[in-house]
């Protein structure tokens, strides 16, 4: 089992849909996190959860909404999305966000959003 | 603010010959620096970081780097590459906002290998 998992693997979603991108760490981290890949861009940070507390919302639309019931895991809800929201969208997480700027950062294999 | 640049966005090269992939940083603080590897519809790995101590770090696949503060660099090498290195390869460093650390990442350099 690997140590972040995310699911679904793909999805494809009308702009008119509501959909959720689900992610689960096995690691016994405390920080989760939610980046965005898109062709020929760096990747974004979108969201920073640091023992369940949102820390970092890096100006992202409010078509995306996160959720973080415990440290565990992580949902990124979708709503009304464009087709330039079509990325792959990846879930990392680390031991603790506000300590130890060298902790690793763990990803999971990403989700790839299809927005039709 | 930290930032990244990765100066080649493709590096093609033969199998078994070296390969170097560039990496400069921005930074006013304390560095550490990060090379993650992502291999097709995969998600990223951590290849090697540099924490403090000996400027050469070595990290999995045979892969190295070396951080050099006076270039504000962190270039990575290989001595001879494989086709299975054939991935794209992010340099990152840690910046500190708010309080909370997080990865700024550069935009990626292609590594193609060919026979």
């Known amino acids: 089992e690997t140590g972040v998992t995310q699911t679904p693997r793909h999805l494809v979603m009308g702009m008119t849909n509501k959909k959720s991108l689900k992610c689960e760490q096995h690691l016994g981290h405390n920080a989760m996190y939610w980046y965005k890949q898109s062709a020929k861009k760096p990747l974004e940070l979108m969201f920073v959860y640091n023992f369940k507390e949102q820390t970092e919302n890096n100006s992202v639309p409010s078509r995306f909404s996160p959720e973080c019931p415990n440290s565990s895991h992580l949902f990124l809800h979708l709503h009304t999305l464009q087709p330039e929201d079509s990325a792959l969208y990846l879930c990392a997480s680390s031991q603790d966000a506000g300590r130890g700027a060298g902790n690793t950062i763990y990803f999971g294999e990403g989700s790839w959003l299809t927005v039709v | ?115």
């Open chain 2, 1 to 115: 603010a930290q930032s990244v640049t990765q100066l080649d966005s493709q590096v093609p090269v033969f199998e078994e010959a070296p390969v170097e992939l560039r990496c400069n940083y921005s930074s006013s603080v304390s560095v550490y620096l990060f090379w993650y590897v992502q291999y097709p519809n995969q998600g990223l790995q951590l290849l090697l970081k540099y924490l403090s101590g000996s400027t050469l770090v070595k990290g999995i696949n045979g892969f190295e780097a070396e951080f050099n503060k006076s270039q504000t660099s962190f270039h990575l090498r290989k001595p001879s590459v494989h086709i299975s290195d054939t991935a794209e390869y992010f340099c990152a460093v840690s910046a500190r906002s708010g309080g909370y650390n997080k990865l700024i990442f550069g935009a990626g350099t292609r590594l193609a290998v060919h026979p």
